[in-house]
């Protein structure tokens, strides 16, 4: 195991950065951090660092505690959103200067330089300063000064926030290139899921300091523990919505409103599920038929290429839902007004049922009816 912190506690006056936050990162592994601004995420790796001083709790690097350790010999490289490059200096001797601060040969120097530079893609900027590259060029000059002093493990700080699109994508795979070639640990932070979910052997999504749920990308989008995780991966985010038992039938459970009807006709076999509910259903688990039993109104219409996105409404409530451009109805999706009425269709299968503390309930069994049906069953009562 290359990092473990073991119950980190930091707080700066009132505000809780972090509280009780563990962690392990075994040698090789590519971890993300993620979460919202404000989250904790950064005060973590800069606890790793050594850049800051935690009130509680260990940080063991390769099984030896570094509290007391100075950041300089701790072994970690750390790339910052803004590379802070040398100036006056060039490209080839930002990336050098560690090495001759160590009093390393300057044949060896050169050989190492020219290594990093051509696995990062920058041999032809060597001799330009800062001043003469792009945004994009600057980072990769990060992760070549970085790469060079071949430490236990990366500590990223949002080296992508700034970037345009284009540049993101880029770096995105040079990044994945980088940890290929090196077969180091990295810790990667970010607030961008996209990130996190196409980089990283495994996520830990942390929100107020607390650590919400960890996992690989794939199990946190198909099995999240809470609302934050819940919503906080995929894009677009997944509808939620608060439901209530019914006065009518308890195995009923219905979106707050002036109707005693779920637009979703959920019914549930467990008479002893809490009096309230958050129903999440993603986007693109609607499934666009003109005999589905679920009933909106368009509002929006957008073409993103493959798919295309709908901002409906359900009753008093908006939803996202995502449909293939392929899709077929009666009339044309392309034909589709604001005001349009739709309807689509929900596996069961497809519900994330949480509590009222916001954690997911395990297999609850749920049926789904056409509201239609499921008026006549209450006022056949």
Same mark, same amino acid.
């Given at each position: 195991? +290359?990092?473990?912190?073991?119950?980190?506690?930091?707080?700066?006056?009132?505000? $809780?950065?972090?509280?009780?936050?563990?962690?392990?990162?075994?040698? =090789?592994?590519? !971890?993300?951090?993620?979460?919202?601004?404000? =989250?904790?995420?950064?005060?973590?790796?800069?606890?790793? +660092?050594?850049?800051?001083?935690?009130?509680?709790?260990?940080?063991?690097?390769?099984?030896? *505690?570094?509290?007391?350790?100075?950041?300089?010999?701790?072994?970690?490289?750390?790339?910052?959103?803004?590379?802070?490059?040398?100036?006056?200096?060039? *490209?080839?001797?930002?990336?050098? #200067?560690?090495?001759?601060?160590?009093?390393?040969?300057?044949?060896?120097?050169?050989?190492?330089?020219?290594?990093?530079?051509?696995?990062?893609?920058?041999?032809?900027?060597?001799?330009?300063?800062?001043?003469?590259?792009? @945004? =994009?060029?600057?980072?990769?000059?990060?992760?070549?000064?970085?790469?060079?002093?071949?430490?236990? !493990?990366?500590?990223?700080?949002?080296?992508?926030? @700034? #970037?345009?699109?284009?540049?993101?994508?880029?770096?995105?795979?040079?990044?994945?290139?980088?940890?290929?070639?090196?077969?180091?640990?990295?810790?990667? !932070?970010?607030?961008?899921?996209?990130?996190?979910?196409?980089?990283?052997?495994?996520? $830990? !999504? %942390?929100?107020?300091?607390?650590?919400?749920?960890? @996992?690989?990308?794939?199990?946190?989008?198909?099995?999240?523990?809470?609302?934050?995780?819940?919503?906080?991966?995929?894009?677009?985010?997944?509808?939620?919505?608060?439901?209530?038992?019914?006065?009518?039938?308890?195995? #009923?459970?219905?979106?707050?409103?002036?109707?005693?009807?779920?637009?979703?006709?959920?019914?549930?076999?467990?008479?002893?599920?809490?009096? &309230?509910?958050?129903?999440?259903?993603?986007?693109?688990?609607?499934?666009?038929?003109?005999?589905?039993?679920?009933? $909106?109104?368009?509002?929006?219409?957008?073409?993103?290429?493959? *798919?295309?996105?709908?901002?409906?409404?359900?009753?008093?409530?908006?939803?996202?839902?995502?449909?293939?451009?392929?899709?077929?109805?009666?009339?044309?999706?392309?034909? %589709?007004?604001?005001?349009?009425? #739709?309807?689509?269709? *929900?596996?069961? &299968?497809?519900?994330?049922?949480?509590?009222?503390?916001?954690?997911?309930?395990?297999?609850?069994?749920?049926?789904?009816?056409?509201?239609?049906?499921?008026?006549?069953?209450?006022?056949?009562?």
């Amino acid at each position: 195991m +290359a990092i473990e912190l073991k119950k980190l506690n930091m707080a700066y006056g009132s505000t $809780v950065a972090l509280k009780d936050f563990d962690l392990h990162v075994d040698d =090789g592994e590519f !971890v993300a951090i993620l979460g919202p601004s404000g =989250g904790g995420k950064s005060t973590a790796l800069r606890i790793i +660092a050594g850049l800051v001083l935690q009130d509680s709790g260990d940080v063991i690097i390769n099984g030896e *505690v570094m509290n007391n350790i100075h950041p300089s010999e701790r072994n970690v490289a750390m790339v910052f959103q803004n590379q802070a490059l040398y100036p006056h200096m060039t *490209v080839y001797n930002n990336i050098a #200067l560690n090495l001759r601060m160590k009093g390393i040969p300057k044949q060896e120097i050169d050989r190492k330089v020219r290594e990093v530079a051509n696995i990062v893609g920058i041999t032809s900027i060597l001799d330009r300063k800062p001043k003469e590259i792009s @945004g =994009g060029q600057a980072q990769r000059v990060g992760l070549a000064r970085a790469m060079i002093r071949d430490p236990v !493990v990366y500590l990223m700080d949002e080296p992508l926030t @700034g #970037l345009d699109a284009k540049f993101r994508d880029e770096m995105r795979e040079e990044l994945i290139k980088f940890h290929r070639i090196t077969k180091k640990s990295i810790i990667y !932070v970010t607030h961008d899921q996209i990130e996190a979910m196409s980089m990283a052997d495994r996520i $830990v !999504v %942390l929100n107020n300091g607390i650590k919400i749920q960890e @996992g690989s990308p794939r199990d946190l989008y198909d099995n999240p523990e809470h609302v934050f995780v819940a919503t906080f991966l995929g894009s677009p985010a997944m509808n939620t919505f608060r439901f209530r038992k019914s006065t009518e039938d308890p195995k #009923l459970f219905i979106l707050d409103s002036t109707t005693e009807v779920s637009p979703f006709g959920l019914e549930f076999a467990d008479k002893t599920l809490p009096d &309230e509910l958050t129903v999440g259903i993603r986007p693109n688990d609607f499934i666009l038929s003109d005999d589905g039993e679920i009933k $909106v109104v368009l509002q929006s219409l957008e073409f993103l290429g493959s *798919v295309i996105q709908m901002r409906v409404k359900l009753g008093d409530s908006e939803l996202i839902i995502t449909v293939s451009r392929e899709s077929r109805t009666k009339t044309d999706i392309y034909d %589709l007004k604001p005001e349009s009425p #739709l309807r689509f269709s *929900v596996s069961s &299968e497809r519900f994330y049922i949480f509590g009222p503390d916001d954690r997911r309930l395990k297999n609850p069994i749920i049926k789904v009816h056409p509201p239609e049906a499921i008026m006549k069953k209450t006022q056949g009562k």
